[in-house]
């Protein structure tokens, strides 16, 4: 059974720093690309970045260029989001799901990781 | 970055009624667009992927169509399991982006 399961979330102040991990299980973690996806209260999603098989190809939405990272241990089969200078904007609930990136499809997804950034 | 506008915002239906959820993007997306159904306080599904494929364990009443600019989503006849909120991806180009979703609530 495919299984992600998202840790990390927390309450930080504007302009702090977090990392969110996702464990992934019951799969060859290291054939997918891997995205996150994050949802603030009461609102819409929002795709945040992804990353290949191999960690060598990232891609950001904009408002998160050079502040969130993304990165993945294939070995311990996790990916990650290193993010920095951290906005009230930022607050919502990241998950990560696994990428079909060539069929077009995110077909598994963990069940979240609440970030609050407030003073 | 593509702009996807979905329309209605909100739906008001009934058991056993016929809806349909449209997905426009601000420029042409081949067939690069899945649709995603989440329910309150849990994670996205997939539904639809590539446009008009089926994501296996989803129900036949689910159907979807379009290419190009125009995408639909059609739930032949409502069960109580699919009053929710559904949202279109586009992964033609990046970033990524989704539709604002479209609620579906119960008449």
């Known amino acids: 059974e495919v299984q992600l399961v998202e840790s990390g979330g927390d309450l930080v102040q504007p302009g702090g720093s977090l990392r969110l991990s996702c464990a992934a299980s019951g799969f060859s973690f290291s054939d997918f690309w891997m995205t996150w996806v994050r949802q603030a209260p009461g609102k819409g999603l929002e795709w945040v970045a992804n990353?290949?098989?191999?960690?060598?190809?990232?891609h950001f939405v904009d408002s998160v260029k050079g502040r969130f990272t993304i990165s993945r241990d294939n070995a311990k089969n996790s990916v990650y989001l290193e993010m920095k200078r951290l906005r009230v904007e930022d607050t919502a609930v990241y998950y990560c799901?696994?990428?079909?990136?060539?069929?077009?499809?995110?077909?598994?997804w963990g069940q979240g990781t609440q970030l609050t950034v407030a003073s | 970055a593509i702009h996807m506008t979905q329309s209605p915002s909100s739906l008001s239906a009934s058991v056993g009624d016929r809806v349909t959820i449209s997905c426009r993007a601000s420029?042409?997306?081949?067939?690069?667009l899945g649709w995603y159904i989440q329910k309150p306080g849990k994670a996205p599904q997939l539904l639809i992927y590539a446009a008009t494929n089926l994501q296996s364990g989803v129900p036949s009443r689910f159907s979807a169509s379009g290419s190009g600019t125009d995408f639909t989503l059609t739930i032949s006849s409502l069960q109580p399991e699919d009053f929710a909120t559904y949202y279109c991806?586009?992964?033609?180009?990046?970033?990524?982006?989704f539709g604002q979703g479209t609620k579906l609530e119960l008449k």
């Open positions: 799901a696994r990428d079909w990136t060539y069929l077009g499809k995110v077909d598994h």
């Open positions: 991806l586009q992964d033609y180009n990046y970033p990524h982006t």
């Open positions: 990353i290949n098989q191999d960690g060598s190809e990232k």
């Open positions: 420029q042409g997306i081949r067939n690069d």
